[in-house]
């Protein structure tokens, strides 16, 4: 078993849907968990971050951390073609820069 | 203020052969990570370098060595090259002393093997 798991999609949705996406992980050492964004060839980048349980918003993005049932969610509202990307949830007990481990990837298609 | 940049992008070499693998650390960034990302898969922790010292390792065998740079440049030395190792190296640096800063990522150099 994996420490932390994604579901791979793809996933397409239509301009404007709201979208959520998962991961669920084993290791309850894990404190910080972080959501990354990858655009085809590129590197990725940070999204969102948020330190142990809690919900976290910005723009329109929401990032969710339920602890007791290892489980981490991004909300994406009013999606739009721009957001289509590989979504990678990444998680760590050491920091938020140090030895992450990071789910598979869930590829997001928003189809204008 | 430069990003992350890595050298070369692309790379092809043979099963068994040696690679070096470059980054350049952001502005102001004293840490560096490596890490590997296999096609569809998420990116695998190497390991990290602070100040010169590794700080930390992932799962991968010896072959895999680095070197950070006083400039905070970084260098990913592979071995023995295996037909496995194909895959898109991704170096991120950060600000060390910060537990809640930000990976910065390069935009990778893909390694074909053959």
């Known amino acids: 078993q994996k420490e932390v798991e994604q579901d791979p999609g793809p996933l397409s949705v239509p301009e404007g849907a709201i979208v959520s996406l998962n991961c669920t992980y084993s290791?309850?050492?894990?404190?910080?968990f972080m959501w990354y964004r990858q655009y085809s060839r590129k590197g990725p980048e940070l999204l969102m971050y948020?330190?142990?349980?809690g919900n976290k918003e910005d723009g329109r993005f929401t990032a969710q951390v339920d602890k007791s049932s290892k489980y981490i969610s991004l909300f994406i509202r009013d999606s739009q073609p721009s957001d289509s990307a590989t979504y990678l949830c990444a998680m760590s007990e050491y920091g938020a820069t140090n030895k992450l481990i990071f789910g598979t990837g869930t590829l997001l298609a928003v189809q204008p | 203020e430069t990003g992350v940049t890595q050298s070369p992008t692309h790379l092809i070499k043979t099963r068994g052969q040696q690679v070096t693998l470059r980054c350049s650390s952001q502005s102001g960034h004293n840490t560096v990570s490596w890490y590997q990302q296999a096609l569809g898969q998420g990116p695998q922790f190497i390991f990290q370098y602070y100040r010169e010292e590794e700080n930390g390792r992932g799962n991968f065998p010896p072959r895999f060595s680095g070197l950070q740079f006083p400039n905070y440049s970084s260098e990913l030395n592979v071995n023995a090259l295996e037909l496995d190792d194909s895959a898109l190296y991704l170096c991120?640096?950060?600000?060390?002393?910060?537990?809640?800063?930000?990976?910065?990522f390069g935009e990778g150099s893909r390694l074909t093997v053959l």
């Open positions: 290791n309850s050492a894990f404190q910080y």
């Open positions: 991120a640096s950060s600000w060390g002393g910060d537990l809640t800063g930000e990976l910065f």
């Open positions: 948020t330190y142990s349980s």
